[in-house]
């Protein structure tokens, strides 16, 4: 007999359901930019365990989609900046450009021979082009013309609440209101400059601008490509000194997140509260060189006592009286510049140096650990290319120890593509603003890997496989002997039919992990394997079927095995071109947390979600998006999580006193 709270939720999903199939008469194209984000997270990312509504990995991809990569004018290092652009595909687009000329439309890319229509419908939204180049730059009178003075406005407004009250709230823990507030507004001239407010509260926390963010970019003054005013962040070589808080790692694509690009220099637009410089910085060209100069004093949160640093908290939460004392307690100055030498408009090598030190003492826990106040960073990288073989890397000294990546990736054919990627971070290694290729989400420590991998468009489809082998050689946080482990992921992607595309996924994991018989620590190992279904039907360009079955096992040896399933129907719809629609289902079962299941959903755009799901229940939400006028976009998600056999939902001020969790979201944009 099924549960009458499960029987409604199908309901209202079944009318979702068939309200959108009776209603073929309506006539609309989707916001490719909004609904193929979820699509392109899926594809390059793994589910991870980072289930922050509010995760900066989606910034990755809005800052494409704000500052769009000119196809007429970037060459092959910066197209390779485009999610699924390698290099060979981005010498497709340059060798065509060459050939034939400037593009006209973006839609001119799916006659670039050999690019493929699916690969050009994924990037559309992160591309852009410009015909006549010097409407872009000063006029004779080096004064910018009138229709670059006025700005382009964006505004968004959103807010989040749960629907019912966590312990929190209720008993007082939490100082301000169970309201997520986010509000941002950028100010854009034609690509001449950018002015950026952001403005965000935390559920729990009291203050509506308790976060705060602001910057001015002005492009193009002469030689000075970029000068950014505010907060920023840094990005060069492979990530190993510099990087933004979030990256690309590994993911179904086997060969395009590992190599990372670049972009130097950026404003920073997103509302994670760590991580980020405040101050200046500048990237000028001047012949084959480009210099960033840059200067940043930021406050950041951290537990001190007795003047030295104990933690330095990243959740960026203010809701307790504990977690207010600890807001914004080390200041953190920083200084530096990076020279870049571009050999051609492939082939480039770069030095970098800066400093950060801090008003207090981190106090190491161990010999290895990060201790004193002021640190100096050295690096060098390169990205070069010799005919069908392209080698990138970068080298770090950290005033202790030398960490180094190298990747090496071969195109033997235009349909089979090969790289590798080596990684050795020592354990006196540690990197303050860094996100680089590592199996700990980004940690440049105590590891050493070698990663191989391949991309082949098969007759029956695209095949992407990787094996990842790593080695932690000193002892970790929960480890307290030498581990390591090894990963596989086999992932096929093939056309059935002009409308129905299937995919299959198999991934393997083990890796060592501490086991505690309740006298003495040890090492096990553990194995997990994740088995994936799913089908995708296109019927038209208004309406999408999506169907995933994912089952997956989880032992450590020596102990009673795991297991759980998930199964999602999703359909996303078009209406007019008033209206979008989209709505998921999932049923899942897992035998505890360890084999939960995680699966990306397609969120307000801004905002990206990866729930952990395990224990027994359904889930199901709903977004909508009404386009009254074309300038401006009315938004909202309902999701609600349902577990019948549960009395309580999560733990500490979090917890809920029920089995059902259900949140709504609203979001206001306006552009133009």
Not at 1 to 23: A, G, H, N
Not at 58 to 79: M, T
Not at 451 to 458: A, C, E, L, P, T
């Amino acid at each position: 007999m099924i549960p009458s709270k499960l029987r409604i939720s199908m309901s209202l999903f079944l009318i979702v359901i068939c309200f959108t199939i009776v209603s073929p008469f309506l006539n609309s194209q989707s916001d490719t930019a909004e609904y193929n984000t979820e699509d392109v997270l899926d594809d390059l990312l793994q589910e991870t365990q980072d289930t922050d509504e509010e995760s900066g990995i989606y910034d990755v991809l809005e800052d494409l989609i704000l500052n769009p990569v000119d196809i007429n004018k970037a060459d092959i290092s910066q197209l390779q900046r485009i999610p699924y652009i390698d290099y060979v595909r981005a010498e497709l687009i340059v060798n065509h450009r060459k050939k034939y000329g400037v593009f006209y439309s973006v839609q001119e890319l799916f006659s670039v021979e050999n690019l493929s229509n699916e690969i050009v419908g994924k990037i559309l939204p992160f591309v852009t082009l410009t015909i006549n180049t010097s409407e872009l730059s000063f006029d004779e009178d080096g004064a910018w013309d009138s229709f670059a003075i006025v700005p382009g406005i964006k505004m968004r407004n959103r807010v989040t609440t749960d629907l019912q009250n966590r312990k929190g709230f209720s008993d007082g823990g939490f100082e301000g209101s169970k309201y997520k507030i986010y509000n941002r507004i950028l100010l854009n001239g034609k690509g001449k400059y950018q002015i950026g407010v952001l403005t965000e509260k935390d559920a729990g926390e009291k203050p509506i601008d308790e976060f705060d963010s602001y910057h001015l970019t002005i492009n193009e003054i002469g030689p000075i490509e970029n000068f950014i005013a505010g907060d920023f962040l840094l990005e060069n070589g492979q990530g190993l000194v510099l990087w933004s808080p979030y990256g690309l790692s590994k993911g179904s694509d086997a060969v395009y997140p590992i190599k990372k690009i670049p972009k130097i220099i950026k404003a920073y637009t997103s509302a994670t509260e760590n991580n980020f410089f405040r101050g200046t910085a500048a990237k000028i060209n001047w012949n084959d060189f480009t210099f960033v100069p840059f200067f940043s004093k930021n406050k950041l949160d951290a537990n001190i006592e007795d003047g030295f640093i104990t933690s330095t908290p990243v959740d960026g939460l203010h809701r307790t009286e504990g977690e207010i004392n600890r807001r914004k307690t080390l200041t953190e100055t920083s200084y530096g510049s990076i020279l870049r030498y571009n050999l051609d408009s492939r082939n480039n090598i770069s030095a970098l140096y800066y400093r950060s030190s801090y008003s207090s003492v981190f106090l190491p826990d161990n010999v290895y650990d990060i201790s004193g106040n002021k640190f100096d960073y050295y690096s060098v990288s390169y990205d070069l290319y010799f005919g069908n073989l392209n080698v990138s890397g970068e080298a770090a000294y950290n005033s202790i120890s030398v960490a180094t990546i190298n990747n090496f990736q071969f195109a033997f054919t235009r349909d089979f593509i090969f790289i590798t990627s080596i990684r050795n971070y020592p354990r006196n290694y540690f990197s303050l603003h860094g996100f680089a290729l590592a199996e700990r989400s980004g940690t440049i420590q105590n590891e050493f890997a070698i990663y191989n991998g391949f991309r082949w468009k098969s007759p029956i489809g695209i095949l992407n496989f990787y094996y990842d082998q790593f080695k932690f050689p000193y002892s970790l946080f929960n480890t307290p002997l030498p581990s390591g482990g090894n990963e596989i992921l086999a992932d096929l992607t093939s056309s059935l039919s002009r409308s129905v595309e299937g995919k299959a996924r198999y991934k393997y994991e083990k890796k060592d992990i501490s086991i505690n018989d309740g006298q003495n620590r040890n090492v096990g190992e553990q194995l997990k394997q994740n088995y994936r279904m799913e089908v995708i039907y296109t019927a038209t360009k208004k309406f999408r079927l999506r169907t995933r079955f994912e089952y997956n096992t989880f032992l450590i040896k020596g102990s009673q095995g795991e297991s759980g399933f998930l199964f999602f129907e999703d359909l996303k719809y078009s209406f007019t071109g008033l209206a979008d629609i989209s709505a998921r289902i999932i049923f899942f079962k897992t035998d505890s947390f360890n084999s939960a299941l995680y699966e990306y959903e397609n969120d307000l755009t801004g905002v990206m979600y990866n729930p952990a799901l395990f224990g027994e229940g359904l889930r199901w939400y709903l977004v909508g998006r009404i386009k009254p006028f074309k300038i401006f976009t009315i938004s909202f998600k309902y999701s609600e999580t349902y577990k019948p056999n549960e009395k309580k939902l999560s733990s500490g001020n979090s917890e809920i006193d029920g089995n059902v969790d259900n949140r709504f979201s609203l979001q206001l944009d306006l552009n133009f």
